[in-house]
């Protein structure tokens, strides 16, 4: 029996495998598990597994290159490829010519792993979301200048908001080329000074409307400098170009009824900030009258002439208090003084002269005892009607 090295065994049982048409272009339904691309080369490493066993497998980067998603750990495919042995290491594996995911098909997985990544990096977050100008001069549109799209925003337009400008941009809007052609037209329109851009087309199938689900579209849309209004005419669905647009419309004509407002709706409008407007004015107005009014009325209040009015009005009537209060104080005393006076005349020598009786004077001593008397004085009698002199002849007890 001959001695074989490990490579003519290895280089054998390759030749063997080879010739089995029954491991040649097989289909194989498993788990992926340890994927590895290599960052030079380009080739996917895998493990394709079931419950019981597993199976290593390669995809050269030339076939790896027209997949149409990215191949994770965990997902369900079904590969189709060869069985074939690895001779450096003598390790047999699957050589992958295609991967199909195993249920959904791999357009639908491709465009979740998009919308994953995209999300991932804040495309869709609603805090990078700008507000419509409500009345844009310029108005962009890029779709196809030969379908139905563009002949609805311009009816939509002419009608509604007339006054404004609309600058259509001709773009692909499906085939390979479309998402090239869609960025192009996304830029010329912003370049134009466009203040809002409507991006979209007409309804139509998922394959028709793929551009619109493409990561090119996608950053166009996201880093254009003004509001973008995605309008891929279908109601159910949201394509990626919705989902990364500042508004979403359901169609191109709704589209451009959010990028203009109505010149009727604007009159009416216009017409009720004229009426409050009046209607302030007239307010500040009754408002500024007032307090004219007031403060005319606190500079009349303290101006000179005013003081002066106030002051003499005072005066006159401190005066007729003064008078009235002499007056009182006045007849108040002619009263006091009338009872004094009263008093007085009733303690009136005089008085008691007038009842008969009479005062005795020697000079001007008032003789009140015979005993400052003798015979020979001269005396002066006053009586209540007179005076009279006389002689003291006698003087006895």
Request: charge should be positive; aromatic fraction near 6%; glycine fraction near 8%.
């Amino acid at each position: 029996m001959p001695v074989l090295t490990v490579t003519q065994i290895n280089r054998y049982i390759s030749f063997k495998l080879k010739e089995d048409k029954n491991i040649q272009g097989i289909m194989v339904r498993g788990e992926i598990s340890n994927f590895t691309e290599h960052y030079r080369s380009g080739h996917l490493y895998f493990t394709l597994k079931d419950k019981e066993s597993a199976v290593k497998a390669v995809m050269f980067a030339s076939a790896a290159s027209r997949l149409k998603f990215r191949p994770e750990d965990g997902m369900a495919v079904i590969v189709s490829g060869s069985i074939s042995v690895f001779e450096r290491d003598g390790v047999y594996q699957l050589y992958v010519n295609d991967i199909q995911p195993d249920g959904a098909g791999a357009a639908s997985v491709a465009l979740e792993q998009l919308k994953a990544k995209l999300a991932k990096e804040g495309i869709f977050d609603t805090a990078h979301k700008r507000p419509l100008p409500v009345m844009p001069k310029k108005i962009g549109a890029v779709t196809s200048l030969s379908g139905a799209a563009v002949r609805d925003i311009i009816n939509v337009l002419s009608r509604r908001y007339p006054i404004g400008e609309l600058y259509a941009v001709n773009a692909l809007v499906q085939g390979e080329n479309a998402p090239d052609s869609i960025c192009r037209g996304i830029l010329s329109a912003e370049s134009a000074g466009c203040d809002v851009i409507i991006v979209g087309r007409g309804g139509g199938s998922s394959e028709d409307l793929r551009a619109f689900n493409t990561e090119k579209v996608a950053y166009a849309i996201y880093n254009c400098r003004v509001p973008v209004i995605s309008a891929v005419g279908h109601e159910t669905d949201f394509t990626i170009a919705d989902l990364a647009a500042d508004m979403r419309a359901p169609t191109p004509s709704a589209a451009a009824e959010l990028a203009a407002p109505s010149v009727e709706h604007l009159a009416e409008k216009l017409g009720i900030l004229k009426r409050r407007m009046k209607n302030a004015a007239l307010a500040a107005t009754d408002r500024a009258a007032d307090r004219y009014i007031a403060l005319n009325s606190r500079i009349m209040a303290q101006s000179p002439e005013n003081r002066l009015r106030l002051g003499g009005e005072r005066l006159d009537s401190l005066e007729k208090r003064t008078c009235l209060a002499f007056e009182k104080y006045m007849t108040k005393q002619e009263s006091l003084l009338s009872e004094k006076l009263a008093r007085l005349d009733s303690l009136s020598p005089l008085k008691v002269l007038s009842r008969g009786y009479s005062l005795v004077y020697s000079g001007d001593q008032l003789i009140n005892s015979n005993e400052k008397l003798k015979t020979g004085d001269i005396v002066k009698i006053r009586f209540g009607n007179g005076n009279a002199k006389a002689e003291i002849i006698e003087i006895g007890d």
